[in-house]
């Protein structure tokens, strides 16, 4: 059984909560909010956990940082910045909200997304292997010239050096509903695009972008660039 997570030491979060919150905020400033409420009007997350982008201002005004810091209402947010363009003050609750689940010790955040972010840095998001991507593809990619004749010169390159066009690809879909690559694949081909996958880092979502650790993601995302130019591809599709 997996250990219970250790409780949160706020002690030690709210010293850098100041820090990291006011860095998020237009001029450092938590007093621009209003209070008008725009950005609760179009939030998909207002209500939810009973938070809204409001109201975690208004906790942060008024120093209620334990509050802030245990309210698993981050994980409701999904980080859309709609409220940033609703709020005639250019407040970021999205960004403010990133930077809370980065302060989120690892073993208090959603068990899945961590994981998710975890396997990524190793290969991708579902932690197939290299390998059985690249025999997936060529497997769905036989089946369909033997199946439907009109396709049957359909390419599904990877690792073709010098190719336009690199495309990246959401781990899901190799992994439990393979056949849904293919209409990606046709729309390349009907358009006479020169593409390719990569045999390594060709996994196109970011996980780690929602933990809110900016050096995970970035790491995920320079293996990737660096796959890009090994191949000499001139143009990057992100299908994510
Ligand atoms: S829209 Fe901006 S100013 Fe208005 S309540 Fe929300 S954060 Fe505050
Ligand atoms: S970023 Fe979060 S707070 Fe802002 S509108 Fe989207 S869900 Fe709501």
């Known amino acids: 059984m997996a250990d219970a997570p250790k ?11 100041k820090e990291r919150i006011l860095g998020a905020l237009p001029d450092g400033r938590l007093d621009y909010c209003l209070t008008c409420g725009l950005c609760v009007s179009g939030c998909p997350a207002s209500g939810l ?4 982008p409001r109201r975690l201002l208004r906790l942060l005004v008024f120093g209620q940082d334990d509050d802030v810091l245990a309210t698993d209402w981050i994980y409701a947010c999904t980080m859309c910045q709609r409220c940033k363009y609703a709020c005639p003050m250019g407040i970021d609750v999205g960004r403010i909200v990133y ?3 980065g302060m989120r010790p690892r073993d208090r955040r959603p068990r899945n ?12 998001s579902t932690g197939i292997p290299d390998e059985d991507f690249v025999w997936v593809v060529g497997d769905v990619l036989e089946e369909v010239r033997r199946n439907e004749p009109e396709w049957a010169d359909l390419q599904a390159p990877i ?12 781990a899901k879909e190799p992994t439990v509903e393979p056949e849904e690559m293919v209409h990606l694949w046709k729309i390349l ?23 809110g650790d900016p050096a995970d993601w970035e790491l995920t995302v320079r293996r990737q660039a660096e796959m890009v130019d090994s ?3 001139r143009y990057y599709i992100n299908t994510e």
């Open 113 to 124: 997304l961590q994981r998710s972010c975890d396997l990524q840095k190793a290969s991708n």
């Open 7 to 17: 409780p949160l030491d706020l002690d030690r979060l709210r010293t850098r909560l």
């Open 189 to 211: 081909h009907a358009a006479g695009v020169d593409w390719t996958y990569a045999s390594r880092w060709w996994d196109g979502a970011n996980y780690c972008l929602f933990p």
């Open 159 to 170: 690792d073709k050096h010098g190719a336009e066009y690199f495309l990246n690809q959401n």
């Open 231 to 233: 191949l000499g591809v």
């Open 99 to 101: 930077e809370l689940r």
């Open 49 to 52: 956990e009973g938070m809204d």
